[in-house]
């Protein structure tokens, strides 16, 4: 079966330092990855997206993220971080090999950054 | 860009009522989903459908069901509201592509009292 697991449910930051959101997954295939962002009360948005190629994955708003097959971890990552970045953050995967439709979701990470 | 809209940001429905929750995408895209989302739970797929006239169920489809009568629209169904699915409806469509995104309507904030 396929899982995602976010193990922080907080990441607390403050501006201008690096920022990390971690994600391990569990796909029996090979996986397809997703970051995904949530402001309060609205919609998901895409941020990036691993399906193949280079491990590191460049994405909206200078985030990017590192696929490491050894460790199934796909870890979101931002040099410099900003007060808006504070949000909600999704980790999503697919077995590629598997349904064309679903993405499973981990249960989110909440990123605090501070001034 | 891809737009996804729901209908309703926000409801306040009686236990009880009936609840029509709708989606329109215009991208054309073949597959769409009804998700809910509660604190400390994530997302938990409820239906998805992926083409007119189908659709499967997903983790947690009691007491809900769906219509999708047109390709660009996806309907979500409570047929009579209870307390517990007071929560936040998002829609989602996607390509047929396993390698594909989905994207996110706004999200209907529904209150059953």
Known sequence: ?115 | DVKVTQSSRYLVKRTGEKVFLECVQDMDHENMFWYRQDPGLGLRLIYFSYDVKMKEKGDIPEGYSVSREKKERFSLILESASTNQTSMYLCASSLTSASGELFFGEGSRLTVL
């Open chain 1, 1 to 115: 079966a396929q899982s995602v697991a976010q193990p922080e449910d907080q990441v607390n930051v403050a501006e201008g330092n690096p920022l990390t959101v971690k994600c391990t997954y569990s796909v029996s295939g090979n996986p397809y990855l997703f970051w995904y962002v949530q402001y309060p009360n609205r919609g998901l948005q895409f941020l990036l997206k691993y399906i193949t190629g280079d491990n590191l994955v460049k994405g909206s708003y200078g985030f990017e993220a590192e696929f490491n097959k050894s460790q199934t971890s796909f870890h979101l990552k931002k040099p410099s971080a900003l007060v808006s970045d504070s949000a909600l953050y999704f980790c999503a995967v697919r077995d590629s090999g598997g349904s064309q439709g679903n993405l499973i979701f981990g249960k989110g990470t909440k990123l605090s950054v501070k001034p």
